[in-house]
C-alpha cells in the first residue's frame, strides 16, 4: 500500500477541525496535525496580503487521496484553497498497517 502526505491551509480553525473530524469519521485519513497560526503572505487579484491561516498535515493512502481532495475543495472556504500532495513512505511496517488499517473506508476486498 502506497501513503501519501497532504496539506492545506485554512484562516478558520473550525472549518478546518470540522473538515479533518468529517475525515476521521469516513475512516479516509488515519490521522492529522494541526500547525498555527502561522502567517502567510502572498499576492491575490493584485493585492498583497498577510493573513493568519492554520496549517492541517493529513495522512492517508494513495488510494484514498482523490477523494479527500474533492471533499476539501467542497467544504473549503477559500475561492482558490492550497492542498498540496505528496507521495510517503513509511519506514515503519507498524505505522504502515496502522495507516493502511485506520484508512479502511477505502481499502478494496
Known amino acids: 500500500m502506497k501513503?501519501?502526505?497532504l496539506t492545506f491551509t485554512i484562516d478558520d480553525s473550525?472549518?478546518?477541525?470540522?473538515?479533518?473530524s468529517a475525515l476521521l469519521d469516513r475512516h479516509w485519513i488515519a490521522c492529522a496535525?494541526?500547525?498555527?497560526?502561522?502567517?502567510s503572505h502572498y499576492?491575490?487579484?493584485g493585492t498583497r496580503?498577510?493573513?493568519p491561516e492554520w496549517k492541517f498535515d493529513l495522512k492517508t493512502t494513495l488510494?484514498?487521496?482523490e477523494s479527500v481532495i474533492a471533499f476539501i475543495l467542497e467544504q473549503h472556504s477559500y475561492d482558490v484553497?492550497?492542498?498540496l500532495a505528496?507521495?510517503?513512505e513509511s519506514v515503519n511496517p507498524d505505522f504502515s498497517r496502522w495507516i493502511t488499517e485506520e484508512c479502511r473506508g477505502f481499502i478494496k476486498d
Open 3 to 5: 501513503f501519501c502526505r
Open 14 to 20: 473550525i472549518l478546518g477541525e470540522k473538515i479533518i
Open 33 to 39: 496535525q494541526v500547525t498555527g497560526p502561522i502567517m
Open 43 to 45: 499576492h491575490w487579484q
Open 49 to 51: 496580503e498577510k493573513t
Open 63 to 65: 488510494v484514498a487521496q
Open 81 to 83: 484553497p492550497e492542498i
Open 86 to 88: 505528496e507521495e510517503i
